[in-house]
């Protein structure tokens, strides 16, 4: 009988801990922001052509096409491709990604529209 | 120009194969290619739309509206690729069956409508905004026409080679060739679902391009034919096995559902 109380006991403490864990994280989740990250596209140019995000950590990346002719944000490294037309943006998420160098291209432009994300 | 011809012929390329791959099947199933006529005024249809429309449908589901409708026009082909092998299963067993026209039909005009309209926008838009609006019509549309001639006779040479083989071996090697390219299919529809945050992103499983490098032209080659990711995601090689499960999932249902005795299965040669 006692041990049985005993258990009882514990168990009512241990759902109430669980339930307060369970809000924590929940409410955690919640609040974390994913860090946003903008980039233009200007003359078949990247502005900037290279910039750094943080490792393991999915982020969110605005593209603002201020050409009036459409782009294609494509990259291998990444697996990522959206085309945007003129005067207009795009949302892409990117990651989470190992440390390197992850190349990336406007596929419209070849020639110019290249860019690197450097993730550290 | 040489910029066209790329952007072009890789846009082609993707369509061509599964095209062909369906040109050559009909033809083993006793269907001609009147299917096409359909199928090609759909996809030249669908492409219009969505390159006028693409601002409004990359705006609509909060921003995302090009990565769902992309992945959408994908899982739905991969789907009825799946489909084309049950049928394609059931006419080797059976060759005096004869596959209702309604199926067939919302197989193949299906697929290569939707895969055209996908495709077929991004050389639109491009043809457009970097020929028409430029002022640069003759040497953006030269170099799309070399780069659809040069998907048109790959494409024709692939067609032929299947079109060689015996009637039974040609039902069984498009069900191959339909089973991996809806194994590419989704691997980009994953990429695209990814890319809108509707599924995990992981980093790369591994990195094969020091192998075959997806820029280099046999990258781009594997990648049309075979969905090849130098660098894929979990969730990519995921739903790429997957595919490739659901295929031989249709392909095993029609072989139980509609195989005779042993003896027969064998006997029917040719």
Redesign the interface.
Known sequence: MKKATILTVVGHYLARASQILLLMVVASTAWAQIPVFEIEIREHLFFPAEFEIPA?Q?IKLIIYNRD???E?FES??L????????N?Q?????????PGEYPFFG?????TALGKIIVK | MT?AV??VLREVLEAMLLICMLMASSTAMGYRFKWMALALLLGVCGATVYALR??QI?MAFD??G??IVNSTLLIAIAVLLAAHNFFAVKQFLDPKYRIPYGPILLVFVGTVSMAMTREGA?IY??GY??GV??GNISSVFSGGAIGVGIGLSMGTFFYYALKSLPRNKRLITCCVVSLVLAAGMMGQAA?YL????LLP????LWDT?NVF???SLVGELLHAAIGY?????LT?VLLYVGSILTSLAAMLAAWLLYRKSNDVAVGATQ
């Open positions: 393991n999915k009036a002719t459409p294609e291998y490294e697996n990522r491709e959206k085309v945007i037309v003129g207009s795009g949302v892409v998420f990117i990651g989470p990604l190992k596929e419209f432009n070849l020639k | 910029d790329v952007i693409l601002e990359s921003g995302f090009q990565e991004e838009l491009y905004s970097y609006l430029a990429l990814a890319q809108a945050d992103s992981q980093e790369p391009s490098a997806e820029a990711e130098a660098s894929p995601s990519q």
